[in-house]
C-alpha cells in the first residue's frame, strides 16, 4: 500500500483542495528562498514548485530541518524536486505544502539538461524503478516552458529606493570574492540608478575621502571591465557567509536571475543590494519577456545619439559648465574605463561629489592649481585631476577666494543661504554638469596601472 501511495502523484491544481492530506508531488523549482533559523531549533527554507497543471503562479513549499546542511540545496533553478508525504496547508488564504523532517522525503534531479535519473541529493528517499519515468516526463514538458509573471512584478535598478526593498531582474555579470567569506555579485539591466545626495564630511583627509567602489582594493581588473556594458549601472550585491553554499552556484555569469525583496543600500553614495533572511532567487529564461524587454530597450538606447547620457539629467544637465569641444559625442564614465588606447580626449556628463583639498585657499599651491575631484556618473566614479592652466581655464583665471568658494559650492552641490554662502557641505546634492576629460599616463613601463584623468577645455560659470 505505501509503494502504490508513493507513486500516487497529484497534479498541484488537485493538491492544492487536499488540505490537511498527505500528497506525493513532482514539480520544477523556479525560486528558492535562503535559509534562516526559526524561533525554536531548526532551520527553515522555502521553494516554489510548478508543474504542467499550475505553471502560475506555482505553490510554496516549506522545509524545517534539525540541521541546516539538511535542507534542499537545489543546483539551478529549473531543476525538478519530487517531493513524497507533504502536508498540504493554508495560510493567509494562500496554499502551500509542508515538509515534515519526520515523515515527509525529498529528491533532487538536474532540470531538462539531466541527462541521468539519480538524485544529487535526497532525504530519508529510496529510489524507485519507475521514477525515471516521471523525470523525463517532466524534463519534456520544461523544454518549451517559460516562466512569465508579466513586468508589474519587476523593478529597474532606477526605481531602487534606499532602505526599501524591491524585486530586481538582473544580468549577472561577475562573481568574485571580496574578503574572507565575503563574495559579491556584479549584477545589470541597462537602467541608472538614481542619484544620491552626499552625506559624508568633505574636509576629510586624502586617504578618507568617497571610496571609488565598494569592492576593497586592488579594483577589478581592466580586462574585466572591458567585458561589461558601457551603459547602465552596474549594482554590486552583497552575498554573507551565510548564503554562500545556497546562492554562489547559482550566479553564472551571462544569466539573468530576479531577486525577490532584496533590501537597497546605499553605502559610500554608492549603491548596493543586500541579501536579507526574506530574499528570493526567481528562475528566469533568456527568453522571458521581460529579459527580452531589457535587452531591447538597452540596444535602442546606446543607438541614439544621447543615448550614454545619464537618465537623471534629462531634458539636459545644469549650465554651469561650458565646454570647448561641442562637436564630441558625449560617452559614459566605463566608456573612459575601457577605452582601447591610453591617452584620449572625452566628453561626458558627470557629478563632482568630492574634492581634495576641500577648502579654496588650498587649491593652488605656488600659484599653480592642484585639485583632485571625484566625479561619477551611473556606469563608475573616478578621480580627475585639475592642474595648472587647465585650471586656469576651469576658474575663469585666478579669482578671489569667496569666489572660489562660491564656485566650489555650487558644483559640488552645497545649499546656499539667503547671503549665497554654503550652509552644509556634509548634506550635498551635486548638478549634473558637461566637463572634457583627457587620459594620460605616468609610467611607460605600466601604461594602464598608472593611467590617470585630468579635466581640461572646461569652464565653470559665474
Known sequence: MGERDDYKFLKIKDAISAINQKVNLIGVVIELGFPKTTRGTDYFCSVKIVDESYPKPGIPVNFFMAHMENLPTVGSPGDIIQLSRVVMKTHNDGVYA????????????????????????????????????????MRKWLVDFHVDEGVNTFSFLREMREGQHANLVCKILHVCEIAKNEWMALVWDGTD??????????????????PLQLEPSPPLSRDLLCTF?????????II??????????????????????????????????????????RYLSNEDHFVLACQRSYNERVSLKLGRIPYW???????????????????????????????????????????????????????????????????????????????????????????????RDKLLGV??????????????????????LKSYYLDKNDIWGSRQYRIFGTKLAD
Open 98 to 137: 509542508l515538509f515534515n523532517k519526520k515523515f515527509s522525503s525529498f529528491a533532487l534531479y538536474e532540470g531538462k539538461n539531466g541527462e541521468d535519473f539519480l538524485p544529487y541529493q535526497c532525504s530519508l528517499f529510496r529510489p524507485r524503478d519507475h521514477d525515471s519515468k516521471f523525470i523525463a516526463g
Open 415 to 436: 545649499a546656499a543661504n539667503n547671503d549665497g554662502k554654503g550652509t552644509n557641505p556634509a548634506s550635498r546634492n551635486p548638478p549634473w554638469v558637461q566637463c572634457c
Open 193 to 210: 540608478s538614481p542619484p544620491i545626495s552626499i552625506n559624508t564630511n568633505p574636509e576629510h583627509k586624502m586617504d578618507e575621502q568617497l
Open 229 to 237: 556594458p558601457t551603459v547602465g549601472t552596474i549594482l554590486r550585491v
Open 313 to 407: 539629467c534629462f531634458p539636459w544637465c545644469s549650465q554651469i559648465t561650458e565646454v570647448d569641444y561641442d562637436h564630441m559625442p558625449f560617452v559614459t564614465l566605463m566608456d573612459v574605463l575601457t577605452y582601447s588606447e591610453a591617452t584620449a580626449r572625452f566628453k561626458c556628463i558627470i557629478r563632482v561629489v568630492a574634492a581634495f583639498p576641500w577648502r579654496a585657499e588650498d587649491f593652488s599651491h605656488h600659484g599653480t592649481y592642484r585639485i583632485r575631484l571625484t566625479i561619477e556618473d551611473p556606469t563608475a566614479r573616478i578621480h580627475a585631476f585639475i592642474y595648472a592652466e587647465d585650471g586656469e581655464k576651469f576658474f575663469d583665471g585666478n579669482p578671489s577666494i569667496d569666489v572660489l568658494t562660491r564656485k
Open 240 to 281: 554573507d557567509k551565510v548564503n554562500q553554499k545556497h546562492v554562489l552556484h547559482l550566479l553564472n555569469t551571462g544569466e539573468w536571475v530576479k531577486f525577490i525583496s532584496i533590501l537597497c543600500e546605499v553605502h559610500a553614495g554608492l549603491w548596493c543590494g543586500v541579501l536579507t533572511p526574506f530574499t528570493k532567487l
